[in-house]
């Protein structure tokens, strides 16, 4: 897509699942020059994907660093000390995210309370706060949320992270809406169930109960959501894909998963 050429495109969570598959999905995708700024918290894995990325295509620099999104503090600094080539976000992957526990109101771990919140949306909020004055001055940028299916239908044993991404499709349609007046786009991705290390961490390492959660049914995989992250960016810079709802074809609800 050349509509992609020249773009410099910041992912968070770029270290695994969904933002490493649409660092891929942009690198494949880009028809001219991009730059790509990958962050995670986990620097060998970015460096990792950085270096298949560089070796692959001829067409794309790329910039990577430490990001944890809940250190709020964090996320300006980051931006700031971008090197001057990378510093003109045109495309936000606001990816970073998590869910942990399953556990019932009443006896959810407040650590986990806090990991989520933290993450999920103060630090999602941070990061849109830091980059977006810039995208409305140049006048252009796209900013893609990672919402979900629990953003519109909440489940039992999913109060916080449920709360989560409410909060974030709550954010993220004012947002669109206070920038009506200006070219840059707000973009919310909502996928079910997409088999990452999501599941896996959800259930503190337990790849057993991970695995469960898909049995019987074949859930999305991290590159169908890039797909659709890359689709969303490449269309005419008028066209707002503002909310798209994705499942697998044995999925309709959190509460409908066909096991066959
Ligand atoms: C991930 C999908 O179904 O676990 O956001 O809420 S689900």
Do not use: W
């Amino acid at each position: 897509a050349k509509r992609l050429a020249d773009k410099v495109i910041f992912i968070t969570g770029a270290s695994s699942g969904i933002g490493q598959a649409t660092a891929r999905e942009f690198a494949s995708a880009a028809n001219g020059q991009i730059k790509l700024v990958l962050s995670a918290r986990r620097l060998d894995r970015l460096k990792s994907l950085s270096d298949e990325l560089t070796s692959s295509y001829k067409n794309i620099s790329v910039y990577y660093n430490v990001l944890d999104v809940s250190k709020i503090a964090s996320i300006p600094v980051f931006i700031d000390s971008l090197p001057s080539e990378f510093k003109e976000i045109d495309i936000l992957i606001n990816n970073a995210g998590k869910a942990i526990g399953v556990d019932k109101v009443g006896s959810i771990k407040q650590d986990d309370i806090n990991d989520m919140f933290q993450t999920n949306v103060l630090g999602m909020i941070q990061v849109v706060q830091s980059i977006l004055p810039g995208m409305i001055e140049r006048k252009r940028g796209d900013i893609v949320q990672l919402g979900s299916i629990a953003g519109r239908e909440p489940y039992p044993g999913g109060a916080i992270y449920c709360a989560t991404k409410h909060s974030l499709r709550a954010f993220t349609s004012a947002l669109r809406k206070e920038v009506v007046n200006s070219p840059v786009r707000i973009i919310e991705i909502q996928p079910g169930a997409v088999e990452t290390e999501f599941s896996k961490v959800r259930y503190y390492g337990d790849e057993k109960a991970a695995k469960k959660v898909y049995e019987g049914g074949e859930p999305l995989v991290a590159e169908d959501i890039a797909e659709l992250i890359v689709f969303s960016c490449s269309r005419r810079a008028n066209t707002v894909i503002a909310e798209t709802l994705v499942f697998p074809t044995c999925q309709a609800s959190p509460f409908h998963y066909y096991r066959g």
